[in-house]
């Protein structure tokens, strides 16, 4: 029976279906099968024509197969999309919509699992995507917003994810974790570092959320803690490539004792400074472009987002009928002077500072 279906159906969607392996129970990876993608990518490669057929095609059978919750099929899925791109890039304008609605429908799913998959197939289309092209189609252009807004939702503090089961602490963090990683990937694109006043305005505030805490020296422990990642993650780069040149394996990891000793609240702060260092790091990505325009749009977002919260600390102490020890409003300028003083070491591009967080308007900028 299923061979005749196949026989009716179209070539392109009978080479997509072929990709997909026999489903195994208790399946710990799922990838496609080699010698079929293959096949698929030199059919696609070689008729261009068919392209926005097989855009339509994944799209339709990623929106079944979310509603299903088949997670497997759907990591298959994006793994088929992140081919395609890199084998055909110059082409993405021609199923470029295809593949935001594929994300988007990932993303509106809430499951965890298939949104971590998704940030791989996104920062291949962060680093191929035209921005012509968005501009030239307003429809795709509001796909691709959407899509933003969807992963700055996951980065967020203040907008709660609907979540099938109970909530709780490192679930939220590593949605935000997940958010975040995705905003790297966009401002770390080229692409991205022109016409993006809208979604600086959006990305920003964000991040500098995820950077804001009450511990007075809370942004330089991040910075430390940056530095030793990246020292961290070229010395693993090294011993994987030793690991292979002598054939050895890198599989075992050595456990952390700290975190052995650690407590709950301990490991729940630890977490938190991680997914601040990612904050971070999409922050410098922000300001180490070279346009003026792009860098003018990110000052001014992260002042406004100081200029709120210093108009909030206000009323704050208004609150404590003046007699509080105005511990929220030093807070405010602190985060400030520490963010503004990190941009300005970032930035290739001097720019034109503000004395105080007063001198801004907070309804002025929307």
């Known amino acids: 029976m299923l ?16 990709c997909y392996p026999p489903p195994q129970k208790n399946a710990i990876e799922y990838k496609p099968n080699s010698s079929e993608l293959s096949y698929l990518l030199y059919y696609a490669s070689t008729r261009r024509s068919k392209l926005r057929k ?8 990623t929106s079944t197969d979310v509603h299903h919750s ?64 968005l501009a030239a189609d307003h429809n795709h252009r509001l796909q691709y917003d959407e899509v933003i807004d969807l992963y700055t939702s996951y980065a967020s503090k203040r907008a709660p994810i609907p979540q099938k089961g109970k909530a709780s602490i490192p679930l939220a963090q590593r949605y ?28 920003v505030p964000v991040i500098l959320q995820n950077l804001d805490s009450d511990q007075p020296k809370y942004f330089s422990l991040l910075r430390s803690r940056e530095k030793s990642k ?44 991680e997914v601040a260092v990612l904050a971070l790091q999409a922050l410098r990505h922000i300001f180490t472009a070279d346009d003026h325009s792009h860098l003018r749009a990110a000052v001014h977002a992260m002042l406004h987002f100081i200029a709120l919260r210093h ?31 990190s941009s300005s070491y970032w930035s290739p591009t001097p720019y034109l500072g503000v004395q105080s967080p007063s001198e801004i308007s907070v309804t002025s900028y929307y």
């Not at 061979?3 to 279906?17: C, D, E, F, G, T």
């Not at 097989?54 to 059978?61: A, N, S």
């Not at 602190?334 to 003083?341: A, E, I, N, P």
Request: proline letters at 3%.
């Open 176 to 203: 935000r974790s997940l958010g975040l990683k995705a905003i790297k990937s966009l401002v770390s694109s080229e692409p991205f570092q022109t016409h993006n006043e809208r979604h600086l305005r959006i990305l």
């Open 70 to 133: 088949r997670i497997g099929i759907v990591q298959i899925t994006l793994q088929i999309v992140r081919a395609l791109i890199v084998k055909c890039p110059r082409d993405l304008p021609l199923y470029s919509d295809y593949v935001l609605s594929i994300l988007t429908a990932v993303l509106k799913s809430h499951d965890a699992t298939m949104v971590e998959e998704s940030l791989a197939t996104w920062e291949i289309y962060c680093a191929h995507y035209d921005p012509t092209s």
């Open 3 to 18: 061979s005749i279906r196949r026989r009716l159906q179209p070539k392109h969607q009978v080479l997509v279906l072929k």
């Open 311 to 341: 108009t909030r600390a206000i009323a704050h102490s208004q609150k404590q009928d003046l007699e509080g020890d105005g511990s929220y409003w030093s807070e405010a300028s602190g985060l400030r002077s520490k963010v503004d003083t």
């Open 230 to 273: 990246e020292k961290l993650d070229k010395e693993a780069v090294y011993r994987t490539r030793q690991s292979v040149s002598l054939g050895r394996s890198t599989d075992s990891i050595e456990a952390d004792p700290e975190d052995a000793a650690a407590t709950t609240a301990d490991l729940d702060q630890k977490a938190d400074e």
């Open 54 to 61: 097989l855009g339509d095609f994944l799209e339709r059978k």
